[in-house]
């Protein structure tokens, strides 16, 4: 017997291996098995077993087999198969972005004693495993090749399977551990009050303590509307004391736990906070599951704020009740926080979450779960699409038009959306897709009739949308003494005062971090560059610092001109910590947070900085495109979008896509509950078509606007793009391969190849680059061919000694 086996890394094809006879019985598809390669280890999945022998070599023998059951069903290996071809990498670097790194051991995992194990769990190892475990709880930490070496027999796989999973030692992970867990105390009711008659009952039988019993009453209350109670907001709420709180907890009525932020509570299924949704909401979903009944994907185009999640929780509790299980997508980790908290609310412990910010035994444990059909409802970020699904029924894709679904650095540069139609068909299930501002490629799809259209034209509540003003920055004043306009303007300034008076909460967008992203010498116009890429420094004020936003790297803030000598530097344009700075210059008495990549990047300090803002322990809160995407806030009632014209200015086919979509979505913070929000944006260049569709949350009409640009250029959705980066440090070299690749292409079909030519940015960490993009009709044959004569040329560049050390990246549908 025979198999070709797929193995976490980048290689042109499979490899096959020999099944020795004492295998063969374990022997299936989608199990691991440990193989050698170059002398070195791996783990590796069957994807196919046959008795031909191959033709022309002896293949080598299977190490060990390491699964009982396959650890893959095969509607993954077929999802893994399809984004290896549609996106031009391998098998291999699809399951290296897919299996949670206990899955996949190679001679270079490391593995670490976990100190917290107990010695009863020692005790049902058999020698082998003994033996490691001893040598472990020692040294602290083995290479895989030091257990090989200890055990003198190269079949260690399946000790080390059975050590993890004992959890005597988990995978280092080089990433992960960085950053320090935050914790909270968390209040819960004595497990002995968690039924509703011995709950009356001590409030029946109550005797002294008044401020006790009010203690537990805000407790209940904070628990029925949020969920989930910690220390800090109850103490807030009731006004109590904590020697007064520690009463109760020594009375065993209530408990406090110190619990990670991120991590869920063990809630119990039965939590549910019904609502029922709105007569909109309601004939929307009736349309959905109609829609649903014809074609497998459907698009719901409903306003900001009409609710969309709300009708999402509706589909999936109806998954729920069928028994199946649903995949709810989100575009960004940072999102999922403060959906969890909602979706909690309705399905307590019937959902988990799932994420790359996980450590490996946390997302082992959800794989197992989702495998074994325990965990019914999962929300995820793009990489929850490879988990091991069952028996799946719906997948949401909300946000669909964000650009995160779309995978940059390192492939597979897979689009989750379309990846997530696909793997559906697999399970006949059925997809939604949610946005206030869908992609032009969902839309097409749904004009051709392709995918169901479902609108949801109103805001829950019927809350008007917000108000949109234009302020003209030519129109704004120069500060005093200089020739800079102030980068708040006059109407900005009053619209924020009304807002606190009004005790209301304020947004201020802006797409670029730092302070000042161009430090320029005020007498010869030299800009300082980072010396490893071709961009301009970016000056942080907090630390004192240039920085290269490109490599991260940072240099100490120059004083003197290289070019001619000057000590007068002025910075140029203004990122969110010149903002928040001028914030606190301008108001008084108000409690200002900022939040981008800076100042957000432990695992938790998002989701803490959402909730403060939830709980408006801050007024205004300053950001980038982090304070846009789909988040909810009661009491937003203005939002400002400082500068436009650095959104509208871009040089990309799809700048007036992105620009309405990121306006519209800004915008779609304001007002979402009660009065009608206020939108205040500052641009010069007043007169953008972009803007008066924004002014008018006009949808319909953008698209039609931009659509025929489209055609007209023929961009997608006309036409399909591929791009191919080359990356080497000398720029000749690169720049040759990509020419050979470009002839070659050339040589065997017609096609509209533009390139090679410098990107903009032409050198990154001391990497030249090169790129050329192709232009392919929406003809899949066409495309299928052009895909296989990539790849063709490839491995002819790689095989060619001068070209070896190139990186080629190609990038199939960029976004
Ligand atoms: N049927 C309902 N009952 C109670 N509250 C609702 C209902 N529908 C919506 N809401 C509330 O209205 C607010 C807006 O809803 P939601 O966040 O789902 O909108 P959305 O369409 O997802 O918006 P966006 O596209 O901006 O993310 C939420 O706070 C939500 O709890
Ligand atoms: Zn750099």
Same mark, same amino acid.
């Given at each position: ?143 895989? %090749? ?91 709420? %009731? ?577």
């Amino acid at each position: 017997m025979f198999a070709e086996i797929i193995i976490p890394l980048y290689l042109p094809r499979n490899y096959t291996w020999s099944v020795p006879e004492e295998f063969t019985d374990e022997m299936q598809v989608g199990v691991r098995v440990e193989v050698a390669l170059r002398n070195k280890k791996y783990t590796g999945i069957v994807k196919r077993l046959f008795h031909e022998p191959p033709e022309g070599f002896q293949p080598k023998p299977i190490l060990s087999v390491i699964d009982k059951e396959p650890l893959v069903y095969g509607h993954q290996l077929s999802l893994w198969n399809w984004i290896a071809q549609y996106y031009l990498c391998t098998e291999g670097e699809v399951m290296q972005a897919a299996l949670p790194a206990n899955f996949k051991l190679s001679s270079e995992s490391v593995l670490i004693w976990n100190d917290e194990i107990n010695e009863e769990e020692l005790q049902d190892l058999d020698d082998e495993e003994f033996i490691v475990a001893e040598a472990l709880s020692i040294k602290k930490e083995l290479r895989l %090749s030091e257990v090989q070496q200890l055990l003198d027999s190269v079949h260690v796989y399946p000790v080390i399977k059975k050590l993890i999973e004992n959890k005597v030692c988990f995978i280092w992970e080089e990433l992960k551990q960085k950053y320090k867990e935050k914790k909270e105390t968390y209040i819960t009711l004595h497990p002995q009050y968690n039924n509703d008659e011995a709950l009356e009952q001590l409030l029946n039988d109550w005797q002294g303590a008044p401020r006790q019993m009010e203690l537990l009453l805000a407790y209940l209350h904070l628990r029925s509307t949020e969920g989930e109670v910690i220390q800090s907001a109850l103490l807030k709420k %009731s006004g109590a004391t904590t020697p007064q709180l520690k009463a109760l907890i020594n009375k065993k009525i209530l408990v406090a736990e110190k619990r990670a932020v991120g991590r869920l509570p063990d809630l119990h299924a039965d939590i549910r906070l019904g609502f029922e949704l709105s007569v909109a909401q309601q004939a929307a979903m009736e349309a959905i599951k109609n829609s649903f009944e014809e074609k497998n994907v459907c698009l719901l185009h409903g306003v900001t704020s009409s609710g969309k999640t709300q009708i999402y929780i509706k589909l999936l509790e109806e998954q729920l009740n069928l028994g199946k299980q649903a995949l709810y997508m989100l575009p960004e980790i940072a999102l999922t926080a403060q959906i969890i908290r909602r979706l909690q609310k309705h399905f307590g412990g019937n959902i988990a979450i799932y994420h790359s910010k996980f450590n490996a035994n946390e997302r082992v444990e959800i794989w197992n779960k989702i495998k074994s059909g325990e965990v019914k409802i999962l929300l995820g970020a793009r990489s929850a699409l490879f988990l091991p699904f069952k028996d799946l029924g719906l997948i949401i894709v909300d946000e669909e038009h964000d650009a995160s679904y779309k995978q940059q650095e390192p492939a597979p540069r897979y689009h989750a959306r379309d990846a997530a139609v696909y793997y559906a068909a697999q399970f006949g299930a059925r997809v939604l897709l949610g946005s206030a501002t869908p992609s032009l490629e969902t839309y097409l799809n749904c004009q051709n009739n392709k995918y169901g259209l479902v609108e949801l034209n109103e805001r829950y509540g019927k809350v008007e949308m917000p108000e949109i003003q234009l302020v003209d920055l030519k129109t704004v004043p120069a500060l005093p003494g200089s020739n800079e306009r102030h980068i708040l303007s006059p109407q900005l300034i009053q619209a924020v005062d009304r807002s606190m008076e009004d005790h209301k909460q304020v947004i201020l967008f802006q797409n670029r971090r730092g302070y000042s992203p161009y430090f320029i010498c005020n007498t010869c116009g030299w800009i300082p560059h980072c010396t490893d890429c071709d961009v301009t420094l970016t000056y942080h004020k907090g630390k004192n610092k240039l920085t290269c936003h490109y490599c991260g790297k940072d240099y100490p803030v120059i004083q003197t001109c290289v070019a001619c000598g000057s000590h007068d530097f002025k910075q140029k344009n203004f990122g969110t910590e010149k903002i928040e700075e001028t914030v606190v210059e301008t108001f008084s008495n108000v409690q200002i947070a900022r939040m981008d990549y800076d100042s957000v990047k432990g695992k938790h300090d998002h989701d803490a900085l959402i909730r403060r803002f939830e709980q408006k322990r801050i007024d205004i809160l300053v950001g980038t495109q982090m304070v846009v995407k789909g988040l909810d806030f009661e009491h937003v009632n203005l939002v400002g979008i400082l500068d436009a014209d650095g959104i509208l200015n871009f040089t990309d086919f799809r700048v007036n896509e992105r620009a309405f979509q990121l306006m519209e979505q800004v915008s779609g913070r304001a007002g979402r509950r009660g009065d009608k929000g206020l939108v205040i944006i500052q641009v010069s260049k007043t007169n953008h078509p972009v803007l008066d569709f924004v002014r008018r949350h006009d949808y319909k009409d953008f698209y039609k606007f931009e659509i025929e640009n489209r055609r007209l250029y023929e961009y997608p959705p006309f036409t399909r793009l591929i791009q191919v980066v080359f990356k080497h440090k000398e720029k000749h070299i690169a720049e040759e391969a990509a020419n050979i690749l470009v002839n070659g292409i050339r040589q065997q079909g017609k096609f509209r190849i533009i390139g090679p030519a410098e990107p903009v940015i032409a050198r990154i960490r001391n990497q030249y680059l090169y790129e050329i993009l192709i232009k392919l009709p929406k003809d899949n044959r066409q495309i299928n061919y052009c895909k296989t004569l990539i790849a063709q040329q490839i491995i002819i560049l790689q095989t060619n000694k001068r070209y070896r050390s190139v990186v080629i990246l190609p990038n199939v549908d960029p976004v």
